[in-house]
């Protein structure tokens, strides 16, 4: 471009344009990419007068991109048909035949492959907007070739069609689903944390709806990348549908595309995609709820419709590092939740007034004691656990995680038993699928010796999340409590179907093996947990003492150093009540008491303190523990 005698150019390695990007990424074969740049018409809307020639070098360049995003679309389409993603090749489809708006041909393709995916009902709706639109607009109607497809359709499933079609079918009899991990497209391992944040959320949003029993999140991410059929699926986890759910994120855009597959068929009942800001995803994952609900017709509460339309817009930003710090705490390694709790964190700074990061952090700051990780002193854990959970409530009363994590906290800390309880039952109240929450429960039931209760809510924890060794394992210890040890192997075996290395399964294995006589089993057991973890040590000293060889039992015992020890202070009382120490059994339990050791709730439970329960001394810890009568 010249401009007297200077010549005028662009510097393009400084500009960006959406159009050259858009044309730079179908180049490069990124076609999720360019048809996210591509958001309508190049220059839409612009007009220069008297400029014939310009205004016809638009239209051919506008027609030109039109037909190549539609090309994009099209061959999207057909790749995800033939993988099997049904939900994701109508989404392009549809896309693709929205490019060419006018091509009464594109839209014969679109209603060709909804036909082969199943969905008639969305053929027809396609098929009755093009008829409408072209008598509207032109008078016309559609070609002899487009009403033939339409007729064939409908002969397949017989009259009356076009009535009958025009809705999506209900599926009726689904009380109890499962959502698979949701599949991030396209593939990106560095989003996993986006797409598992996703489909936690939805499985908490599902969850709160009492007339729908939903798999807990820790049996559903079991399926994450499996090759398995969807009946295979439902079979394993006894649900009558399951919801796939795939995610497309683009900047500052979020799209779920979920379908509802019936169990036992295969048959797909309901598919949909939705797109929103990302500022407004916790009201897209809503509406995902919504229409699942709808479709299985479940009738949802006042209280259950508010909650789901009313979510509030979210800081992206915030939202990030909540997603980052859950998906990284989930991971319930020690870097796992230093980092995990860094990012929530930064998400409650970010954004104070959001909820979900305080319950997250409370449950990461209970796992550090739970889950042995020690990087903090424990009152200070518990403490930064309940401060967190006390927050969470106060911003929503029924964020059911922090409750369930503040009955922990009073269980296993605070020794206030009617405030554990009444915590935990508000927790099964906002959320009565939580398996969580039930495991917790449990525990209670268990530490007050209502122990018949707490099998009958372990089992039903079980049966929401089927495949978490945690809660199998909870309850082997309730079957081993009340002699039925036989079913506490079997349960122990189960969790180690699912996680081999899991010592707390190789622990009640091991205890119930020594209650049967079985003493070569239970010390094979705790000598394959304890090079896992250190501290089976203690119950292996315990079965040696059990089984007439204390040396074998101190030398187990001294394989723990003294910090160690003081953190399972509970654990080397029991060892030294099996050898018949009752002073230094008590001067452990002591320690316990003053390093306010957790696994104290055990205290009147443990078949190894059998031998203390007539001395004064044990009496006077039950009391100053509050234990109910």
């Known amino acids: 471009m010249g401009r007297g005698d200077q010549e005028v150019g662009l510097a393009e390695g400084a500009l960006w344009c959406d ?118 607009d032109y008078e016309l109607e559609p070609s002899v070739e487009t009403r033939a497809l339409i007729a064939s359709i409908r002969e397949q499933v017989g009259e009356p069609a076009r009535e009958r079609l025009g809705h999506v079918p209900v599926a009726r009899g689904i009380r109890r689903i499962a959502v698979l991990p949701a599949r991030q497209l396209p593939p990106d391992p560095g989003q996993d944390y986006f797409s598992e944040g996703i489909t936690d959320q939805l499985i908490n949003a599902l969850g709160k709806i009492r007339a729908l029993e939903v798999i807990s999140r820790t049996s559903a991410m079991r399926y994450k990348g499996t090759d398995k059929t969807v009946p295979e699926i439902a079979r394993e986890l006894d649900v009558d549908a399951v919801v796939e759910v795939s995610v497309f994120r683009a900047q500052d855009r979020v799209r779920i595309s979920a379908q509802l597959v019936e169990a036992a068929t295969d048959r797909q009942l309901w598919a949909e995609s939705y797109e929103r800001d990302l500022h407004d995803v916790l009201a897209l994952q809503g509406e995902v709820c919504r229409a699942i609900a709808r479709q299985i017709q479940v009738t949802l509460t006042p209280d259950e419709e508010a909650r789901l339309a009313g979510t509030r817009s979210i800081d992206p930003q915030a939202h990030e590092a909540y997603l980052r710090g859950m998906f990284l705490a989930n991971q319930m390694t020690p870097e796992g939740l230093e980092k995990g709790i860094a990012y929530l964190w930064q998400a409650t700074e970010l954004d104070p007034h959001d909820p979900r990061p305080y319950a997250v952090l409370a449950r990461a700051y209970c796992l550090h ?252 810890l039950v009391q100053r523990m509050n234990f109910p009568d």
């Open 19 to 136: 159009c050259v990007a858009f044309e730079e990424a179908l180049s490069a074969h990124e076609l999720e990419k360019a048809l996210e740049l591509y958001r309508g018409d190049l220059l839409e809307g612009f007009f220069v007068s008297e400029a014939p020639e310009f205004e016809r070098w638009l239209e051919g360049e506008r027609k030109r991109l039109r037909i190549r995003a539609a090309q994009a679309g099209w061959v999207l389409a057909e790749r995800e048909e033939r993988a099997g993603n049904n939900v994701e090749a109508v989404y392009w489809a549809r896309r693709a035949a929205a490019f060419a708006a006018d091509d009464e041909g594109a839209l014969r393709r679109l209603i060709e492959l909804l036909d082969r995916v199943g969905n008639r009902a969305g053929a027809v709706r396609e098929y009755q907007a093009l008829e409408r639109r072209l008598r509207e």
């Open 369 to 620: 004691e739970m889950a042995y990780v020690y990087s903090l002193p424990r009152e200070v854990a518990f403490g930064k656990a309940k401060a967190a959970a006390l927050r969470a409530i106060e911003l929503d009363e029924t964020q059911c995680e922090a409750h369930a994590v503040l009955g922990l906290v009073r269980l296993l800390c605070d020794w206030d038993w009617p405030g554990a309880e009444q915590a935990f039952r508000r927790a099964i109240e906002c959320t009565p699928t939580s398996a969580f929450s039930l495991w917790g429960y449990a525990l209670y039931l268990a530490a007050t010796e209502q122990l018949e209760d707490a099998i009958a809510i372990g089992r039903r924890a079980q049966e929401l999340d089927p495949l978490s060794p945690v809660i199998t394992v909870g309850l082997a210890v309730r079957y081993f409590l009340v002699g039925q040890y036989d079913r506490a192997i079997t349960e122990a075996r189960r969790a180690l179907e699912v996680g081999p290395d899991y010592t707390p399964a190789l622990w009640i294995l091991g205890a119930a093996y020594e209650r049967k006589g079985m003493y070569d089993e239970a010390i094979a057991a705790l000598r394959r947990g304890a090079e896992v973890n250190r501290i089976l040590y203690l119950l292996l000293a315990v079965t040696y003492a059990m089984t007439g060889r204390p040396e074998e039992g101190r030398k187990a015992l001294a394989e723990l150093d003294e910090p160690t020890k003081r953190r399972q202070a509970v654990g080397v009382a029991e060892v030294y009540a099996a050898l018949g120490e009752r002073d230094q059994a008590f001067h452990w339990l002591e320690t316990a008491y003053q390093e306010r050791d957790p696994w104290l709730y055990w205290l009147r439970l443990s078949p190894y303190f059998e031998g203390l329960r007539d001395d004064p001394r044990y009496h006077n």
